[in-house]
C-alpha cells in the first residue's frame, strides 16, 4: 500500500516515506506512528489508541511520545505550531488532515480495523519486575520493597525497543514461586529476582 499526500509517498511495503525523489530518514517508531495516524485519519486518534496501536501497550512516557510525534510532523514539513498535516484536538488526541490519496487494491476508505493489517514489530527483550519480597521482620516496611519494584519498573520502561510488563500486573503475581514459569507465561524472556532486604535497602540483579 502507498499513500500520497502532498509532495510526500508514504510506501508501507517498502517501509519508506519519500519528499519528491528524496527518501526522509524515520525511526521505526516514528514511520509507524506516522502510517498509524495516516490509516485513521477519518478520526481523531488519543493516545490510548497510540500506545496500543504503536507500541504494543508498552509503557510510553509523555516525553517519550511528544518527542516521537514532533518527529514525525517535521518528516513531513509540518510543526507542532502550524499543524497543516497533523492537527492536535486539545484533550482527545491527534488527527492527520492532510489529502491523501491511495495506491493498491483495498479501496480508498479508512477503518480502525486497517491498522491492524500491520502489527508492530515485538520488542527483541521483554522484562517483568517481579515484586519484591520484605525479608525484614517489620511487616510495615513492605512499602519500601513495592517501592523498589515500581521505581525499576518506570526506569526500564525509558530503555527504547524494551517491553516492560507493567506494575499493576507484575503485581498480580505476589507471592507466586517460579520465577521462569511466571515470565515465560508473560511472554518474557526475562525477570528480575524478587527478593530483596527492605531493611537493608536491598538491590535487585537480571540473569546474565
Known amino acids: 500500500m502507498v499513500f500520497r499526500f502532498g509532495d510526500h509517498v508514504l510506501d508501507i511495503e517498502r517501509r519508506e516515506l519519500r519528499r ?3 527518501p526522509v530518514a524515520l525511526e521505526p ?4 506512528l506516522l502510517v498509524y495516524l495516516v490509516r485513521n485519519r477519518g478520526r481523531v486518534v488519543s493516545k490510548d489508541d497510540l500506545i496500543h496501536g504503536v507500541w504494543g501497550g508498552r509503557i510510553v512516557s509523555d516525553s517519550a511520545l511528544t518527542t516521537r510525534l514532533n ?5 513531513v514539513d509540518d510543526s507542532g505550531a502550524a499543524q497543516r498535516v497533523i492537527r492536535t484536538v486539545h484533550r482527545k488526541g491527534v488527527r492527520f488532515i492532510g489529502e491523501v490519496s491511495e495506491d493498491g487494491e483495498q479501496a480508498a476508505r479508512v477503518e480502525p480495523a486497517a491498522a ?8 527483541r527483550l521483554s ?9 525484614s521482620d517489620d511487616p510495615e ?8 519494584t515500581g521505581d525499576l519498573t518506570t526506569d526500564l520502561s525509558r530503555i527504547p525497543d524494551m517491553l516492560v510488563i507493567s506494575r499493576n500486573t507484575a503485581f498480580t503475581y505476589r507471592n507466586k514461586p517460579t520465577q521462569s514459569r511466571l ?3 508473560l511472554g518474557c524472556a526475562m525477570s528480575s529476582k524478587e527478593t530483596s532486604n527492605a531493611r537493608e535497602a ?7
Open 202 to 208: 536491598g538491590s535487585a540483579s537480571l540473569p546474565s
Open 71 to 75: 518527529a514525525a510532523r517535521k518528516a
Open 29 to 32: 517508531q516514528v514511520f509507524d
Open 141 to 148: 516496611q513492605q512499602y519500601f520493597a513495592d517501592g523498589i
Open 116 to 123: 491492524l493489517a500491520d502489527p508492530p514489530t515485538a520488542p
Open 127 to 135: 522484562i517483568v519486575v517481579l515484586p519484591f519480597a520484605n525479608l
Open 183 to 185: 515470565a515465560a507465561s
Open 20 to 22: 519528491g525523489a528524496e
